[in-house]
Every structure is written in structure tokens, then in C-alpha cells.
């Protein structure tokens, strides 16, 4: 009789033979930025989560520090919005002043911009409108525009988030040209058209004013489709390709790992953490044990990098290990 159980009968076994290893290094700290003063809004669909302006955002980049969590990826909501998004690469918007406020205040932060229109436009979608189509081409332009001015303020990692093809070769020639060849792009490769986005559209006010995103965003259903939007993404100049959401979607991060050889970063986003914290605070489940055992499901899938709202509890949940 084989007897797999002897290696289980041990914690100090059990540690010795762990075959993946949870580490602080690898998290990303999603953080709002709203323009003006005196904000802390919460965001009620996401408990513990909140909006921020730049003069109170230290309160929240404190944390980070003290947890250890090395990168923070940015979203700005912006006072004024229109038909064009022009907020998202005014070299004075607010996410740009958020960078410069953070690179000179926690220089050792990386700092990674999310690239694009929904947050800054007065329909809510990701692209330029024309009659009702989201134009692709049209809109490469924008993303470009914004991704140099973002690089401009500090920005270490461009996330283009927008889904419009042919974006992060427009975006990586744009940002050559401007000087910044050493500014990564993080693509997001993979974003499905999910229904796991609601709290986010809460916090970011990006609730489209008409439609839905299907037409350029992924059907859930395409999973080789995935891996040719990564191939993609990797011959157009990403240095790391993104899965999004994660945890639906965690037979895609393994394809994308068995396929490529590049670093892969997953969304743990905004409505798979506010069903953990719902669930959590009816009683119904163990909160750390439940987003200890769903992240390393997504190191374990094929993830270098976890861009999650647990991460601050799950540094310290870490740390409390060592």
C-alpha cells in the first residue's frame, strides 16, 4: 500500500513538502483615488475598502508600508468627466498627481497605473462612442496619450485595462518614443466580460450609461481564445500578461503558464473579495483560511503577482507565519 498520508501526519513535514508558498512579495494593493479634499468615502459593496483623496491617501499608504506589500495599483475618479475622457491624460489629473504625491512620500512603493477611459468618460465605457459602437482604433490614440502622461508623473508599470485590440503595441511605441523604454506594461490580456466587476463599478463610478462591455471585453465561455490574447499581448511588447478575474477563471491561468513563459499577474477583484467579507461577517466561513486557501489556488495555477484587496490582512496573516 502506497501511504501518501506519512507526509501529512507532520506540520514540520507538511511545511518541508509544501509545494507552493504563499509570500508578500508577490501582492498588489488596489487603491481609489477620488479628486478633492477630506475624502475617506467608503465603499459599502466592498467592507474595509475606501475612496481616498491625495492629501488623506497617507493613511492608507502607511498601512501598506507596515504590511509590507511592495506595489499599489491606482484608479482614478476624477470630478469632471465627458465624451472623450480627457481627465485620464491631463498631466494634472488626479491620478497623475496621486503619483507624484506617492513617488516623492513612499519612494520605495512600485507604483502601477491603470490605464483607461471608463473611470474618466461621461458614458462609462472604455472607449471612444460613436453611435453607439465603442471604437477600437480611435481610442489607441487616448490610451497612448494617457500611458506617457502617467509615465510622465512616475508611473513604474502601465496596466492597460481597456481590451481594445492592437493597445499595448500602440502604447509601448508611444512610450519608446517619449523616452520611457524602461516603463513596463502589465497588460490586462485576459479580461472577460464578468459579473464579478460589480463592487469595483461602485467604487470607480464606471457604470456604463448605456449597454455592456461584451463587445470588446472576453465571453467567459473562451478559454483558448484566452491564450491567443496573450500571445498577443507578448508579441506587442507586454512584459506581463494578466488573468482577470481570477478565481472563475483559474483554468486559464494554467493554460496561459503552460503556454508561455511569461510572468502572469491574476485580479483577485472587486466581487469575489466582497463575497469572502460578506460570507465572513454572517459567520459563514473562516475569512483568513478562505483567502489563504483562494490565493494560493492562484499561485498554484501558474501566478507570479496577486493583485487583491486582502492583501494587507494577507501580509500580516504571512507575517504572523514566519
Given at each position: 500500500m502506497v501511504r501518501m498520508r506519512r507526509l501529512r501526519m507532520k506540520e514540520t513535514v507538511r511545511n518541508m513538502v509544501r509545494e507552493t508558498t504563499l509570500r508578500k512579495e508577490e501582492l498588489v494593493y488596489p487603491i481609489f483615488v477620488a479628486e478633492g479634499e477630506q475624502i475617506k468615502n467608503p465603499v459599502d459593496s466592498m467592507p474595509g475598502i475606501f475612496q481616498w483623496s491625495i492629501d488623506r491617501i497617507d493613511e492608507e499608504l502607511e498601512r501598506v508600508r507596515a504590511a509590507g506589500v511592495p506595489?499599489?495599483?491606482?484608479?482614478?475618479?476624477?470630478?469632471?468627466?465627458?465624451?472623450?475622457?480627457?481627465?485620464?491624460?491631463?498631466?494634472?489629473g488626479v491620478t497623475q498627481q496621486a503619483i507624484r504625491h506617492i513617488k516623492k512620500t513612499f519612494p520605495e512603493l512600485l507604483v502601477i497605473a491603470d490605464v483607461c477611459l471608463c473611470e474618466y468618460t461621461s458614458h462609462g465605457h472604455c472607449g471612444l462612442v460613436h453611435e453607439g459602437e465603442i471604437l477600437n482604433d480611435e481610442t489607441l490614440e487616448l490610451l497612448a496619450k494617457a500611458s506617457v502622461s502617467?509615465?510622465?508623473?512616475?508611473a513604474d508599470v502601465i496596466a492597460p485595462s481597456d481590451m481594445m485590440d492592437g493597445r499595448v503595441e500602440y502604447i509601448r511605441k508611444a512610450l519608446d518614443e517619449a523616452g520611457f523604454i524602461n516603463t513596463l506594461i502589465m497588460a490586462y490580456s485576459a479580461k472577460f466580460a464578468s459579473g464579478y466587476y460589480s463592487?469595483?463599478?461602485?467604487?470607480?463610478h464606471s457604470t456604463p450609461a448605456f449597454g455592456d462591455r461584451r463587445t470588446y471585453q472576453m465571453d467567459p465561455a473562451n478559454g483558448r481564445e484566452a491564450i491567443r490574447e496573450c500571445e498577443n499581448d507578448i508579441a506587442e511588447g507586454a512584459d506581463i500578461i494578466m488573468i482577470k478575474p481570477a478565481l472563475a477563471y483559474l483554468d486559464v491561468v494554467k493554460a496561459a503558464s503552460l503556454a508561455t513563459n511569461y510572468p502572469i499577474a491574476v485580479y483577485n477583484v472587486s466581487g469575489e473579495y466582497s463575497m469572502v467579507k460578506a460570507a465572513a461577517q454572517n459567520g459563514w466561513i473562516d475569512e483568513r483560511r478562505i483567502v489563504l486557501e483562494n490565493l494560493t489556488a492562484m499561485k498554484r495555477a501558474g501566478a507570479k503577482i496577486i493583485?487583491?484587496?486582502?492583501?494587507?490582512d494577507v501580509a500580516g496573516w504571512l507575517s504572523q507565519e514566519e
Amino acid at each position: 500500500m502506497v501511504r501518501m498520508r506519512r507526509l501529512r501526519m507532520k506540520e514540520t513535514v507538511r511545511n518541508m513538502v509544501r509545494e507552493t508558498t504563499l509570500r508578500k512579495e508577490e501582492l498588489v494593493y488596489p487603491i481609489f483615488v477620488a479628486e478633492g479634499e477630506q475624502i475617506k468615502n467608503p465603499v459599502d459593496s466592498m467592507p474595509g475598502i475606501f475612496q481616498w483623496s491625495i492629501d488623506r491617501i497617507d493613511e492608507e499608504l502607511e498601512r501598506v508600508r507596515a504590511a509590507g506589500v511592495p506595489a499599489v495599483l491606482l484608479f482614478g475618479i476624477p470630478k469632471h468627466k465627458d465624451e472623450v475622457g480627457s481627465e485620464a491624460y491631463r498631466d494634472e489629473g488626479v491620478t497623475q498627481q496621486a503619483i507624484r504625491h506617492i513617488k516623492k512620500t513612499f519612494p520605495e512603493l512600485l507604483v502601477i497605473a491603470d490605464v483607461c477611459l471608463c473611470e474618466y468618460t461621461s458614458h462609462g465605457h472604455c472607449g471612444l462612442v460613436h453611435e453607439g459602437e465603442i471604437l477600437n482604433d480611435e481610442t489607441l490614440e487616448l490610451l497612448a496619450k494617457a500611458s506617457v502622461s502617467l509615465a510622465k508623473a512616475g508611473a513604474d508599470v502601465i496596466a492597460p485595462s481597456d481590451m481594445m485590440d492592437g493597445r499595448v503595441e500602440y502604447i509601448r511605441k508611444a512610450l519608446d518614443e517619449a523616452g520611457f523604454i524602461n516603463t513596463l506594461i502589465m497588460a490586462y490580456s485576459a479580461k472577460f466580460a464578468s459579473g464579478y466587476y460589480s463592487p469595483f463599478r461602485d467604487a470607480a463610478h464606471s457604470t456604463p450609461a448605456f449597454g455592456d462591455r461584451r463587445t470588446y471585453q472576453m465571453d467567459p465561455a473562451n478559454g483558448r481564445e484566452a491564450i491567443r490574447e496573450c500571445e498577443n499581448d507578448i508579441a506587442e511588447g507586454a512584459d506581463i500578461i494578466m488573468i482577470k478575474p481570477a478565481l472563475a477563471y483559474l483554468d486559464v491561468v494554467k493554460a496561459a503558464s503552460l503556454a508561455t513563459n511569461y510572468p502572469i499577474a491574476v485580479y483577485n477583484v472587486s466581487g469575489e473579495y466582497s463575497m469572502v467579507k460578506a460570507a465572513a461577517q454572517n459567520g459563514w466561513i473562516d475569512e483568513r483560511r478562505i483567502v489563504l486557501e483562494n490565493l494560493t489556488a492562484m499561485k498554484r495555477a501558474g501566478a507570479k503577482i496577486i493583485i487583491t484587496y486582502h492583501a494587507l490582512d494577507v501580509a500580516g496573516w504571512l507575517s504572523q507565519e514566519e
